[in-house]
């Protein structure tokens, strides 16, 4: 048995990806987990079971997002029981979709599901995907047909999100699909060629292709704990997903700089019509001016804010800095 240390393992900043991987297990689980002391030992008692229900041979792999609490400890009691658990932890909290590529990265099965740990995403409707896998689907993807327990706020904008990103971009993503979704290893060989920084991987899955296909499935209330993503973190993952896969926010700009002309060539023409037809209404317009110049700064500004999101996320790609630095593995060969 492996021990998790202060120090880190020498094969610490391990990230580039286990292609090729032999693939003698059926079924892969990636499980990310960030703080889920509350959840992790129900997750694991309930998906054991499904899986034993409906695959010959599986493996799970937790991978710890730089959980603060007694997630770890929790994950490697697992670990020492159960051989087919796998644990990656990492250095510090990275993100729930780097925490997804990690376990992708390390997984052998011949296809694999990727599944919350909070049980939202009811682990029997995995057997539902394997099915589809064997009818020849590469893809399977939940849908959301209905969604218990989660705020009308989030309900709304996450409709709104996937609808407004499905008109903004060319790949067709999927409405109402979440990361529960089973990848076959042909898919997966592809997706490991992808190393961006700023992963959307739902989007990303639809970007390779191959047959995909869908199950529809009632998504549970979580099963304990808060969610771990607060309002900031679902805006940068909505905008993350939106400059991915779209330059639509760019050609905004010049849509915008097209509007502003417009409008400043209308208030021209009026200006010279009211000057030479009707001179005595003309007033020192300081009002039009100054609003004028309020709207036009506003333009600019938004078109900058666009530019500086697109090139902010340029210079992270450039760094080319791993994506995640592994602190310890547990139970991988
Ligand atoms: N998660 C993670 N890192 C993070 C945030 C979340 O690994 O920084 C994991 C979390 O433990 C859970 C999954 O991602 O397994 C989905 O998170 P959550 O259920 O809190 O999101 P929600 O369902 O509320 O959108
Ligand atoms: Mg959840």
Request: with cysteine; aromatic share 10%; hydrophobic share 45%.
């Amino acid at each position: 048995m492996q021990q998790l240390s202060d120090h880190a393992l020498p094969t610490a900043t391990v990230s580039a990806p286990l292609a090729l991987a032999s693939t003698d297990v059926t079924l892969s689980v990636v499980v990310p987990l960030y703080n889920e002391e509350l959840v992790i030992g129900a997750m694991y008692d309930r998906l054991t079971k499904a899986l034993k229900g409906c695959v010959d041979s599986y493996e799970i792999v937790m991978v710890n997002d730089g959980s603060r609490d007694k997630t770890v400890q929790l994950a490697l009691d697992i670990c020492r029981k159960d051989k087919a658990v796998k644990l990656i932890n990492f250095s510090r909290n990275f993100g729930h979709q780097i925490a997804i590529t990690a376990g992708m990265d390390r997984t052998r099965g011949k296809c694999i599901v990727v599944i919350d740990a909070d049980l939202q995403d009811p682990p029997e409707v995995i057997a539902e995907m394997l099915e589809k896998w064997r009818q020849g689907y590469h893809v399977v993807y939940g849908v959301r047909a209905h969604r218990k327990g989660e705020s009308w706020f989030k309900k709304i904008t996450a409709k709104m999100f996937y609808r407004l990103l499905r008109r903004m971009t060319a790949v067709q993503i999927p409405v109402d699909t979440g990361d529960f979704r089973l990848i076959d290893r042909r898919v997966l060989d592809q997706l490991y060629r992808m190393r961006e920084q700023a992963r959307f991987v739902r989007g990303m899955v639809s970007w390779v292709g191959f047959k995909q296909g869908e199950v529809q499935f009632v998504r549970e209330e979580r099963f304990a704990g808060e969610t771990k993503y607060p309002f900031k973190k679902m805006l940068k993952f909505a905008i993350d997903g939106v400059l991915s896969f779209s330059q639509v926010p760019l050609k905004l700009a010049s849509a915008f700089g097209l509007l502003a002309a417009g409008v400043s060539f209308l208030a021209m023409v009026y200006g010279l019509v009211q000057k030479a037809f009707y001179p005595e209404t003309v007033v020192p317009g300081w009002a039009s001016t100054f609003s004028a110049v309020l709207f036009l700064g506003g333009v600019q500004l938004i078109c900058l804010g666009i530019l500086g999101e697109y090139v902010g996320r340029i210079y992270e790609e450039v760094k080319r800095r791993p994506l995640y630095v592994v602190q310890d593995e547990v139970n991988f060969e």
